[in-house]
């Protein structure tokens, strides 16, 4: 049953099968990323230069 089921599970994730158009949620390839890895970067960076400058 499990080769059944993990066949099944690959041929439905194909590419293939991706939807086009307009929708709501954002893949990488759109820029809403570029603040949220900036963001993510700048708190890493104080935080490590905080947890630094501790010892």
């Known amino acids: 049953m499990k ?5 099944l599970a690959l041929i439905a994730a194909a590419p293939a099968f991706a939807h086009t158009g307009a929708h709501m949620h954002p893949h990488a390839d759109d820029p809403v990323w570029l603040p949220l890895l900036i963001g993510a970067l700048t708190a890493a960076s104080v935080a490590t230069f905080a947890w630094a400058r501790r010892k």
């Open 3 to 7: 080769p059944t089921l993990t066949a």
